[in-house]
């Protein structure tokens, strides 16, 4: 089975069109000749393609490392992109993570936020971890701003005079590009200590940053399989055979559908892939908003009582609705249920059962009642390579569809 499909609903573009056809493989031409605006931003394909054995050894060896310091806290000094792109990747494999409260806990201290939030969480560790199973990385791939530097300096200063100068440093990783490592000259660990990322890798476009991949591997996620399931899916997604470009099938319906409505609403039945599709928003509201469109995301059916009225009236509206087949860990509702409250035994009582029937509900009402456009993204499973795939196909639909447009994707 495909580990991605795309299905249209009251919109039927035709993508046997020759002039369509023609259009596709030219945009497609001169990003491979590096003959586009922005093409000096593809490293981060590059970098994913040829993420080596040698490359995914490092992340392995540097996670080692961590975990021999008998690390059960990280606290990593970062910022939101590398926030949001571990979160969604995170979300995908393991949002009910039944172990989760076995693995290595992450507090993340967010450059991006205000000072005040700095100083809670700081004042908050001091009064709550354990130095000897705590461990520290400092990471981001752009310069850190002069206040967040200020303020790394200060919490340092605290544990070098309270816990020793040495042992702090021996708990401290550094994982960033050189203007990082060059900005944090001040902490003064050894070079395995260090993890450096390439500079070409674009800070928009960096799921596949080491960084990201280090902390989903600490927290059990196999990112082999991630990197491959990339790898494959991108000779789909960047090839030329538009019947098999999903990535550019959808890009080019986003354009044509942005042309008359107002809004995009992307709408899950799963939380899990929820914080992908949002590092998918941010992505394309950056740019989508300067022309007053807006994308938004909801789920169903936890989000009906506050969305449900507007399914009959959205004309100004289109919808990706997403939905994931088969899920990794798929629960069954306990006999207990049916001994102690009387709720009557279901023939089918998984967990899945329950959210199909909530996504055929769903799309009946957006197709049949509110005759919404709609572009349904189904999703094999939740599995580590549906993820690459699914990175893969929301970078290059989000590239194609500016390209599309006659627009620098990277502006």
């Known amino acids: 089975m495909a580990r991605l499909n795309l299905k249209f609903y009251n919109y039927y573009p035709d993508f046997n069109n020759d002039d369509l056809v023609a259009k596709a493989i030219d945009i497609i031409h001169r990003i491979k000749r590096k003959n586009i605006d922005g093409f000096e931003n593809f490293g981060f394909h590059e970098l994913a393609l040829n993420f080596s054995a040698n490359n995914i050894l490092e992340i392995q060896k540097i996670s080692q490392l961590i975990i021999s310091k008998n690390t059960k806290t990280l606290i990593i000094f970062t910022d939101t992109i590398t926030y949001n792109n571990f979160v969604g990747g995170l979300d995908f494999i393991f949002k009910f993570d039944t172990l989760a409260d076995n693995k290595i806990n992450y507090i993340f201290i967010n450059s991006d936020e205000p000072i005040n939030k700095w100083f809670t969480q700081f004042k908050y560790i001091k009064n709550t971890f354990d130095f000897e199973t705590t461990s520290f990385i400092f990471s981001k791939l752009s310069e850190f701003n002069v206040n967040f530097i200020e303020f790394v300096k200060m919490m340092l200063n605290y544990l070098q005079v309270n816990f020793g100068y ?7 990783f550094i994982i960033g590009k050189e203007i990082i490592e060059q900005q944090l000259n001040f902490i003064d660990v050894e070079e395995k200590n260090r993890l450096i990322i390439p500079n070409i890798l674009d800070e928009k476009h960096s799921f596949f940053s080491e960084i990201n991949l280090l902390l989903l591997f600490l927290k059990g996620v196999d990112i082999s399989n991630v990197l491959e399931g990339y790898v494959v899916a991108s ?126 509900g769903i799309l009946n009402t957006f197709n049949n009642v509110a005759h919404t456009q709609t572009i349904v993204i189904e999703l094999n499973s939740n599995s580590e390579f549906v993820l690459g795939s699914l990175v893969c196909f929301i970078y290059w639909a989000n590239i194609f569809e500016w390209y599309i447009k006659r627009n620098n994707p990277f502006n």
Do not use: C
């Open 235 to 360: 000779q789909d997604y960047s090839g030329e055979n538009i019947k098999d470009n999903l990535a550019f099938q959808y890009a080019y319906a986003l354009a044509e559908l942005k042309k008359n409505k107002q809004a995009h609403l992307l709408t899950f039945t799963n939380e899990s892939v929820k914080n992908i599709f949002n590092n998918y928003l941010l992505l394309n509201n950056s740019k989508s908003i300067k022309n007053n469109f807006w994308s938004t995301s909801i789920i169903f059916p936890n989000d009906i009582y506050t969305y449900g009225p507007y399914t009959l009236t959205m004309n100004n509206f289109f919808v990706s609705l997403i939905h994931i087949n088969s899920l990794k860990h798929d629960y069954r509702i306990t006999p207990e249920l049916l001994v102690n409250d009387g709720v009557p035994k279901f023939k089918q009582n998984r967990l899945s059962h329950f959210t199909s029937s909530s996504f055929d």
């Open 166 to 172: 040495y042992r702090t440093l021996d708990k401290s």
